[in-house]
């Protein structure tokens, strides 16, 4: 019974310096991969995660969301309103764009629902959670924060101030040049 040489220990001709051996180039390309692995930084891990962006988006948007209810006025007026939501979508709609590699239609979502989201916990926890002047004349004080945010998440989220925050994060994530006659859904 012959049995035939495995290819690893038959001896192999030295290459010559013009030539490159694929079997040269494949550990090197090994530890290239390797070392850019191991040194990829926090960012780079959000955006090579398929869930990246859109956690990041969220964290931004509730954080701020909460950070800035603190801002909303008792009387929430158009303007603090405004000016809080120019906030919110700035924050978020950078920070995708900033995140994500490619920017389409799927990216535009991503903003204007983590925008949306931020805003309506913004406004109905700041509007909540201050004081409300038709409970003071019965010497009764409204909700506090915790019971405000409470309010703020079993509420539903759909208000035009939540939309218009959000159609300006999408914008700031698709903002650029037109891409050339096909659509990118990612």
């Given amino acids: 019974m012959a049995t035939t040489p495995s290819p690893e220990s038959q001896p192999t001709a030295p290459a010559t310096p013009g030539e490159t051996s694929a079997s040269a180039d494949a550990p090197k390309q090994s530890r290239t991969a390797r070392a850019s692995e191991v040194g990829t930084s926090f960012l780079e891990s959000l955006r090579r995660n398929r869930m990246g962006v859109l956690t990041a988006a969220l964290v931004v948007a509730f954080v701020l969301g909460l950070l800035l ?8 007026g158009a303007f603090a309103m405004i000016i809080l939501g120019a906030f919110m979508a700035a924050a978020v709609g950078f920070t995708v764009r900033y995140l994500s590699e490619a920017k389409g239609l799927l990216t535009q979502i991503v903003a204007f629902v ?19 002047s038709a409970l003071e004349q019965f010497g009764a ?21 939540g939309v218009l925050a ?15 006659g096909r659509i990118d859904l990612d």
Avoid: C, Q, R, Y
């Avoid at 209810?69 to 929430?76: A, G, I, Q, T």
């Avoid at 959000?166 to 050339?180: D, F, Q, T, Y």
């Fill in 166 to 180: 959000g159609l300006v994060a999408a914008i700031i994530v698709g903002w650029g040049e037109k891409p050339s």
């Fill in 114 to 132: 983590a925008t949306g989201l931020g805003v309506h916990i913004m406004a109905i926890t700041g509007a909540a959670s201050g004081s409300v």
């Fill in 141 to 161: 004080s409204g909700p506090g924060f915790n019971d405000a945010l409470l309010i703020a998440l079993a509420t539903p989220a759909i208000s035009a101030g």
């Fill in 69 to 76: 209810s603190v801002l909303v006025p008792n009387k929430p």
